[in-house]
């Protein structure tokens, strides 16, 4: 329905009156970004003031930011876990928050190789759905008519955990689709997905892949987007289609759901929209056949108007990839979010890839900010806390730390992202993502750190004691260029006896044993997700990274500082890591994983 153009946002004139509702109120936010964020200090102050975690500071009842700063520290999550131990082990009483503990939400990040667990309140799913609706009224300024259409999304569950209490651990985007507010969201005709409900919160990780991709096919010519939440999850969901396209086209050519798929409720929803259509099985099958994927998305869905994927920070390692599958589709990153907090929404969501930035909104929670120098990294202590800057303080071009405080309980937390400011939308800053600090490797939702790596080295490394050799340098990097990806590990051996070295066997099993020892999120990518392939390790000749520090030295470093990288992402490095490579070996199981966890 159109709009007078008496209700036009900044932004742009909305193509309903809902969405002029929803521009407002980003207009609302934008403008007021530090009265706002005082206002929610106060109420999060208000809110948990009875809780053990701030009565330890002493606030006294105090809810501005002048006594909030001076007196409650800046944690991480080691500071935070024997309060979280405690609520997982069933203390009930107001810890962290007056509300109770409705369920944790695990982090992709991790502590002791197991999950994070971010604790929430009922209330916090109100807030997350409110930045969901936000979504589509932006993009509805950029690409019209996509009433018109379906969205084609590869979206899933993961497997859930109960801790001692009984309290569910779940992935973030778990708990939003198993909720009320997504399994009875209100019909909108601009944001109608191709996939059943049932079909999402199947999770059985084929059986829902499956479906989902069953349904995409058959709404074939309605799909104006596609799209998944990491553009990891759209190239496997292509590789998916690489493998199983002819037994897709036989479900469609009889109007038949293959046996693989057993869950009951797909087998009802599909059902009802499965018909035999033997014209759509003979284009599927001739699209397929010949192994050709360039473009594929368009070929099959040809009313793609863009992809809805994040690619940003370590996701840009797919971009061409997906731009081989989609002929160069424009590729949308439309929100910013996290376990701990939902932050913000890019406000010009068809930019390029590297131009991305998201406005933080400064309803969802209250931000602090640390400078970022990484020539002059800034100590944190209680006993020398930083001046930590509000959202309303920052500088253009410079980079941060983000701190959060939510209603949630958390108080001056670090995320552990680092975020540059690259311009503002009215007073409120946006930023574009740099990285999650210390991650050195990630293919999906992975992410792991030079301790851990370290710890998978030295793991595996035990296996070659026995043949007096040791592993004397190392580095890494994440190859994406195998679907799905995975880890590579350059190794250089020292071997006391050449001739009696590791066999084949024993150098694949050091790959499982460092597979053992990585955090239980590369596990369970690895085991019940397949979004991540078998570790690799190659073996180079002795010296090469003495030949590494040499390149490293003719390009400008100082010999004196140099220090080996333990992940490459530099073409010329691989290159000369790769020529002198002498064996390659993969791991030959999957790791140990299951959804209990250690409490």
């Known amino acids: ?133 936000l ?8 690409v019209p008519g996509l009433d018109k259409g379906k969205g084609l999304y590869f979206l899933f569950i993961k497997a859930e955990a109960k801790t001692p209490s009984g309290l569910v651990a779940r992935p973030v985007l778990t708990s939003y689709y198993k909720s009320q507010q997504f399994k009875t ?15 999402i919160l199947c999770v059985d990780a084929f059986q829902s892949m499956y ?47 293959s046996n693989k798929i057993t869950d009951s409720s797909i087998r009802e929803c599909v059902s009802k929209i499965l018909k035999p259509n033997p014209e759509l099985a003979q284009f599927i099958r ?42 160069n589709l424009p590729k949308t990153c439309t929100m910013y979010a996290s376990s701990e907090c939902y932050f913000g929404l890019n406000l010009t969501p068809m930019v390029k890839p590297s131009e991305v930035c998201y406005t933080i909104m400064p309803n969802m929670g ?4 640390i400078p970022h120098d990484p020539e002059n990294p800034v100590t944190i202590s209680r006993d020398s806390p930083p001046q930590l800057l509000d959202l309303a303080d920052l500088e253009l071009g410079k980079e941060y730390e983000l701190v959060i405080s939510t209603y949630s309980g958390l108080c001056r937390y670090r995320v552990g992202d680092i975020l540059q400011v690259k311009g503002f939308h009215n007073s409120a800053p946006q930023f574009k ?53 995975h880890y590579v590990i350059y190794w250089e051996l020292l071997m006391k006896d050449p001739a009696n070295g590791p066999p084949e066997n024993v150098l694949a099993q050091c790959c499982l ?29 002795n010296g090469t990274f003495e030949e590494l520090m040499d390149y490293a030295i003719s390009r400008g470093a100082s010999i004196n500082q140099y220090k080996v990288p333990r992940c490459v992402t530099f073409t010329p490095i691989m290159e000369l890591l790769d020529s002198r490579v002498v064996s390659a070996h993969f791991s030959p199981a999957a790791p140990h994983w299951t959804s209990e966890r250690r409490f």
């Open 366 to 369: 209250y931000f602090e900010f």
């Open 135 to 142: 979504l589509m009224p932006v993009m509805n300024l950029y």
């Open 513 to 541: 044993a460092m597979e053992e020892a990585l955090n239980s999120v590369y596990r369970q990518s690895r085991v019940a997700d397949n979004s991540i392939g078998p570790l690799e390790i190659r073996v180079v000749k």
């Open 211 to 257: 479906s989902q991709m069953l349904c995409g096919l058959l709404f074939r010519e309605e799909v104006l987007r596609c799209g998944a939440v990491f553009a990891s999850g759209l190239v496997r969901a292509i590789k998916f289609l690489q493998l199983n396209w002819q037994q897709l086209a036989m479900d469609v050519e009889s109007g038949n759901l």
């Open 433 to 485: 993502f740099i990285r999650r600090k210390n991650v050195l490797l990630s293919i999906d939702a992975d992410k792991t750190d030079e301790t851990e790596l370290q710890a998978a080295i030295d793991n595996a490394s035990v296996l070659l004691k026995e043949f007096n050799t040791t592993v004397v340098e190392y580095t890494s990097y994440g190859d994406t260029k195998t679907i799905p990806g």
């Open 286 to 327: 001739e699209e397929c056949c010949d192994g050709n994927w360039e473009g594929i998305i368009t070929r099959i869905w040809p009313n793609t108007k863009y992809l809805d994927v994040i690619v940003t920070g370590a996701m840009a390692q797919y971009i061409p990839i997906l731009d081989y599958y989609s002929g």
């Open 185 to 199: 969201r209100p019909f909108d005709p601009y944001n109608v997905y191709t996939s059943p409900n049932e079909t």
């Open 1 to 133: 329905m159109a709009v007078d153009s008496t209700t036009s946002s900044p932004l742009g004139p909305p193509a309903c009156e809902k969405d002029a509702k929803a521009l407002q109120f980003i207009e609302d936010m934008t403008k007021n970004c530090d009265p706002v964020q005082e206002n929610v200090l106060s109420e999060i102050l208000s809110q948990n003031a009875a809780t053990e975690y701030l009565q330890q500071w002493n606030l006294d009842g105090a809810t501005d930011r002048k006594t909030f700063k001076s007196k409650v520290p800046v944690i991480s999550y080691d500071d935070l876990l024997p309060y979280v131990n405690r609520i997982a082990n069933g203390d009930r009483s107001p810890i962290l928050s007056s509300h109770p503990i409705s369920e944790f939400l695990t982090s992709s990040g991790t502590s002791a190789g197991e999950r994070k667990l971010m604790p929430t309140i009922a209330a916090e799913m109100d807030r997350r759905q409110k930045l969901y609706s």
